[in-house]
């Protein structure tokens, strides 16, 4: 199990620097991969949680890291894309996954405050139609030299789309833990990516997935797992890996266990002193206890 950190892009971080700062220690840790996550507004449960601090862009930040690192991964979790153009943002990620020498897992999903999408120009109770097709307006952009697409949402011909990404293709995987999610997954996704599940919970979600991707004649193998979880106290419907060492590796190989190939961990906090110590524990105390890591 390969095992990544959340760059706290969303946590209000008042020095935008620290991010990048945490991405280029990570890498020299041994880390695998940095995350970042998607919102434009200070609403709903953001506000709860930074007020009106920076929230900052995830696809820039991603970009300032890919050119202060060599090797770890860059992935979104997740991208909204009812908060996107979805030809805007296949440019924009195939030139980072270009930049970055193809590095980038893009993390995808519906959201859920319609306040925000409906602000960002998106029908609230479309979001998830908007979002298979957009799936399918990326993918055809970044692999068809001809592209053409005649959908509800967007339609184009007769044009030229470059760059192509380096990767063929930019692994897009599904975020989100409802059966919808999970269904979309098993339709569209090159993984499933859920947060904040317990092991037990997760357990049963992969059983469905299994399920659905049968149901859409897709070998389940073909779709992997990663999930993003954060440090400290569970919550009523939120799970996480506690605080200290024991507990934490604790988690993590049951996760390892399920099968899952992705443990993004987030520090959850604004203070970059407490995201750096978080960092280095994790090296220290968890990444070494984990069978199979970056296998």
């Given at each position: ?66 050119a202060r690192t060599e090797r770890v991964r860059l992935g979104t979790s997740v991208l909204v894309l009812p908060y996107h153009n979805p030809i805007r943002l296949a440019k924009t990620a195939a ?80 975020g989100g833990i409802s059966r919808a999610a999970i269904r979309r997954a098993a339709r569209l996704g090159d993984g499933w990516h859920p947060l904040g599940l317990s092991p037990e919970a997760l ?33 009523r419907g939120r799970a996480t890996l506690g605080r200290a060492p024991a507990e934490i590796v604790k988690h993590a190989r049951a996760y390892a266990e399920l099968g899952v190939e992705t443990l ?32």
């Amino acid at each position: 199990m390969r095992i990544g950190f959340s760059l706290l892009n969303n946590q209000g971080l008042d020095d935008a620097r620290a991010m990048v700062e945490l991405a280029i220690r990570a890498e020299a840790l041994g880390f695998d991969s940095v995350w970042t996550h998607d919102h434009v507004f200070n609403v709903g449960h953001v506000f709860d949680r930074i007020g009106g601090k920076p929230y900052y862009e995830p696809l820039t930040v991603l970009s300032h890291v890919a050119a202060r690192t060599e090797r770890v991964r860059l992935g979104t979790s997740v991208l909204v894309l009812p908060y996107h153009n979805p030809i805007r943002l296949a440019k924009t990620a195939a030139t980072l996954d270009v930049l970055s020498g193809g590095r980038l897992t893009m993390g995808v999903g519906v959201g859920s405050i319609e306040k925000e999408t409906t602000a960002m120009g998106a029908p609230f109770a479309e979001r998830g139609a908007f979002t298979d097709e957009a799936i399918a307006v990326m993918r055809t952009l970044w692999s068809e030299d001809e592209p053409k697409f005649d959908g509800k949402y967007s339609r184009f011909a007769g044009m030229k789309f470059s760059p192509k990404p380096l990767q063929k293709p930019i692994p897009v995987i599904i975020g989100g833990i409802s059966r919808a999610a999970i269904r979309r997954a098993a339709r569209l996704g090159d993984g499933w990516h859920p947060l904040g599940l317990s092991p037990e919970a997760l357990g049963q979600s992969m059983a469905t997935l299994r399920d659905e991707a049968r149901a859409c004649g897709r070998d389940a193998t073909k779709i992997p797992v990663s999930i993003a979880m954060t440090l400290g106290a569970s919550t009523r419907g939120r799970a996480t890996l506690g605080r200290a060492p024991a507990e934490i590796v604790k988690h993590a190989r049951a996760y390892a266990e399920l099968g899952v190939e992705t443990l993004a961990i987030s520090a959850g906090t604004s203070d970059p002193k407490e995201a750096r110590s978080a960092l280095e524990m994790l090296a220290l105390e968890v990444l070494p206890a984990i069978p199979g890591r970056g296998q």
